[in-house]
């Protein structure tokens, strides 16, 4: 008696696991998508603004150091382009591996849940 009190248990705590995972990896997953729709905006950045290019010359500007002259607009335009391109390089790559790992995970908690919850209706 006391083993089947422990196999459902331990059946339980898997299921209860199982589903944690799923919803998890579910939540992680959306917020993937949403930021691979606008990378630009996606999560937090530490740096000039990316929104236009008058915001990053301006923050750009407010950075530099006494006596430093300020580049021309073209070199400004090439940094902007650079960082703008780097940042979204970025979040798509961390955005499709997060959907790669989480797709996985829910993947594998529905496949532990069905297979738990048959073991646990053969025990019952």
Not at 23 to 44: T, V, Y
Request: aromatic share 12%.
């Amino acid at each position: 008696m006391a083993e089947q009190g422990m196999k459902r248990f331990y059946g339980y705590i898997i299921i209860i696991i199982a589903i944690i995972a799923f919803l998890i990896s579910m939540s992680n997953l959306i917020g993937a998508l949403i930021d691979l729709s606008d990378p630009l905006h996606a999560g937090r950045y530490e740096g000039p603004s990316l929104a236009s290019f008058e915001t990053y010359k301006m923050d750009m500007i407010k950075e530099l150091k006494e006596n430093q002259p300020i580049p021309d607009d073209e070199t400004i335009k090439a940094m902007y382009k650079a960082s703008m391109d780097d940042r979204i390089h970025t979040v798509r790559f961390q955005s499709r591996r997060s959907i790669t790992v989480d797709s996985f995970v829910i993947f594998f908690s529905i496949i532990l849940f069905v297979i738990d919850l048959n073991w646990m209706r053969r025990i019952a």
